[in-house]
């Protein structure tokens, strides 16, 4: 699940011109897939667990509160930096952001193969499906965000071994102790949500032309299509 984060090394054999004109597509499908991810995974499993209660909410608040303040220190760091640094604050978030998720998939998954192994490949093969859009959507950002290519790459990929993490986590603990992750599902939703609709959705709708608009448009509901078909199954 971690390698998946080298998708993104196909754009290390693009020239630049091939890669700035798919780079503001890749953002785009990136938000469909993370807001995706949010309504139709992360949510539903919260409140499957938890109930439809305020508290729920309060955790998807949660996360859009803290990103908001990550990003404004982010924004006021980046300022006030000595050094020149043309990485875009929200990269970083999107960096956190994908850390923490796939950390949370790997409990997830990770506690699915402890039940039954087949159940846990099943699982593993949906969430891939859904990690390969955005992994390159996430890697697509970074690179325009101001990221060079391979360091983009590496980062993708350090992000990407929380999820070792996670299963590992789960492994070592599940006979000690009762892991609940509910919570950080929706305080993770949260993150996703913000990040989307503040970080991505403003980089995507300032073409002039009409055709890129559409295309950008096309690509944000294929991001949500997906990961809408991928909760169905």
Same mark, same amino acid.
């Given at each position: 699940?971690?390698? #998946? ?20 597509? +890749? ?8 807001? %995706? %991810? ?20 309060? /955790?998807?608040?949660? %996360? ?12 006021? =760091?980046? /300022?006030?930096?000595? &050094? ?10 999107? +960096? ?12 997830? !998954? ?6 039954? #192994?087949?159940? @846990? !490949? ?7 499906? =859904? ?8 890697f697509g950002v970074l690179v325009h965000g101001g990221w060079e290519k391979r360091k983009a ?6 992000? @990407? ?7 590992? &986590?789960?492994?070592? &603990?599940?006979? =000690?102790?009762?892991?609940? &992750? ?27 032309? *009409?055709?890129?608009?559409?295309? =950008? ?6 991001? *949500? ?9």
């Amino acid at each position: 699940m971690s390698a #998946i984060a080298l998708s993104g090394s196909i754009a290390l054999i693009l020239k630049k011109e091939a890669l700035d004109k798919i780079l503001l597509v +890749l953002v785009a499908l990136a938000a469909g897939s993370l807001i %995706g %991810g949010a309504l139709f995974h992360m949510l539903p499993i919260a409140i499957r667990e938890i109930g439809n209660t305020r508290s729920v909410f309060v /955790c998807v608040a949660l %996360g859009l509160l803290v990103f908001l303040a990550l990003e404004q220190f982010m924004h006021w =760091h980046h /300022c006030h930096r000595e &050094t020149v640094d043309h990485k875009e604050p929200s990269t970083y978030l999107i +960096l956190i952001a994908d850390a923490l998720h796939n950390f949370l998939g790997g409990l997830a !998954i990770g506690g699915v193969f402890l039940v039954d #192994i087949q159940l @846990g !490949i099943t699982a593993w093969i949906a969430a891939a499906m =859904h990690e390969v859009p955005q992994e390159l959507g996430d890697f697509g950002v970074l690179v325009h965000g101001g990221w060079e290519k391979r360091k983009a790459l590496l980062f993708n990929l350090l992000s @990407g071994l929380t999820f070792l993490l996670g299963g590992m &986590t789960v492994y070592f &603990t599940s006979t =000690h102790f009762d892991i609940n &992750t509910d919570y950080l599902i929706a305080f993770g939703a949260g993150n996703f949500i913000y990040i989307g609709a503040s970080d991505l959705i403003p980089q995507i709708n300032k073409e002039e032309t *009409m055709i890129n608009n559409l295309a =950008h448009y096309a690509a944000f509901a294929i991001g *949500m299509a997906l990961l809408y078909v991928l909760s169905l199954l």
